[in-house]
């Protein structure tokens, strides 16, 4: 299954997970293209919208490689691949207090556009565009338990099976719409998966702390 789009994605995932509606779940996107996602998704079952903030851990000799994630506590998940790299101790810590401190910053610009949530004893969904190897949701979980959730959901609308392996343990619960015995880039599963940029991001997240002027349909 191909995606139109982040919306398309999002209509599709808000319907598999219409069973949380009425339940006033907690909705947490993984910024900034997921927003778009948990945006409508958190529309749709009446709950609230925040983010759940992680960073990739990039590989010293190929920066575009993630070979792990890490969230805002500093805890880090490292891949299967990246244990077996030999990644020096020294890089590995520059690299974790780098992350944490774009974390920070990120953490301090969202907080001025959306106040603090209840998360204790709530259903709590993780939604992103996909899951790759998987170490993004990872992170993101782990952060979401912390809030101490009734129910911990990762939600997203495609996923490659073996990462989606190494994220069941992580959730109570997982949805996902399409799986893909092969490794792939997440973008290849939508026809438009354009860049969002941080005006968009941060617009998305304010509107979240509006009321609602009714109980509306699933937004397109």
């Given at each position: ?14 319907s ?11 909705v ?12 409508i998704?958190?529309?749709?079952l009446?709950?609230?919208l ?13 920066p ?10 500093g ?8 244990v ?5 101790s ?14 920070a ?5 969202y ?13 709590t ?7 790759a ?6 992170a ?6 912390m809030?101490?959730?009734r129910?911990?959901v ?6 490659c099976?073996?990462?989606l ?25 939508y ?12 617009a ?15 937004p397109?």
């Amino acid at each position: 299954m191909i995606f139109d789009n982040r919306r398309d994605a999002a209509n599709r995932l808000a319907s598999v997970l219409h069973a949380y509606r009425g339940e006033r779940p907690l909705v947490l996107a993984i910024p900034r293209g997921a927003l778009i996602l948990g945006s409508i998704v958190a529309t749709h079952l009446h709950g609230d919208l925040d983010v759940v903030l992680v960073r990739k851990l990039r590989a010293p000799w190929q920066p575009e490689l993630a070979i792990g994630a890490i969230d805002e506590s500093g805890w880090c998940y490292l891949s299967r691949d990246a244990v077996h790299m030999a990644i020096p101790s020294r890089y590995l810590e520059a690299e974790q207090q780098e992350q944490l401190a774009v974390l920070a910053a990120r953490r301090m610009h969202y907080a001025r556009f959306r106040p603090p949530v209840v998360r204790e004893n709530r259903i709590t969904i993780v939604v992103d565009d996909g899951i790759a190897t998987g170490a993004t949701m990872i992170a993101a979980l782990h952060a979401a338990r912390m809030g101490r959730p009734r129910l911990l959901v990762c939600a997203v609308p495609v996923a490659c099976a073996r990462g989606l392996d190494e994220v069941r343990p992580y959730a109570d619960e997982v949805v996902c719409i399409e799986q893909s015995d092969e490794a792939f880039s997440v973008g290849a599963f939508y026809r438009s998966f354009a860049q969002v940029d941080d005006d968009e991001a941060v617009a998305i997240l304010a509107a979240a702390c509006r009321p609602r002027a009714g109980e509306g349909t699933v937004p397109r």
